[in-house]
């Protein structure tokens, strides 16, 4: 399985941007995804999550209301709608596909991980 993030850039607070998990392997639409992000100094933490079906999904409260994930497992990618940007967004996103089908939090059960694409907020 590999994972592909893309629609990363350099934008001002408040803009928008849409990332993008592209993966290869038909089994891809079995499984839970996640979007982590990683700024420099900080540890990596999971932004959102989304189950196989695209019904369950998880949201860490500093993103909640501004970001959204989707899935749309005809085209085997997962997406990141990232609304009304911060400088505390900045960071390098990366998605991972877990080992099961349902929304998890826990890091360990992430198995694929996918290059990670840049975000950079300006203020």
């Known amino acids: 399985v590999q994972l592909q993030a893309s629609g990363g850039g350099l934008v001002q607070a408040g803009d928008s941007l849409r990332l993008s998990c592209a993966a290869s392997?038909?089994?891809?639409?079995?499984?839970?995804v996640g979007w982590f992000r990683q700024a420099p100094g900080k540890e990596r933490e999971l932004v959102a999550a989304?189950?196989?079906?695209?019904?369950?999904?998880y949201y860490a409260d500093s993103v909640k209301g501004r970001f959204t994930i989707s899935r749309d497992n005809a085209k085997n990618t997962v997406y990141l709608q990232l609304n009304s940007l911060k400088p505390e967004d900045t960071a390098n996103y990366y998605c991972?596909?877990?080992?099961?089908?349902?929304?998890?939090?826990?890091?360990?059960?992430?198995?694929?991980w996918g290059q990670g694409t840049q975000v950079t907020v300006s203020s």
């Open positions: 991972a596909r877990t080992a099961g089908a349902v929304v998890t939090t826990t890091i360990r059960q992430y198995n694929y």
């Open positions: 392997g038909r089994t891809f639409s079995a499984y839970a």
């Open positions: 989304i189950n196989w079906s695209g019904v369950d999904t």
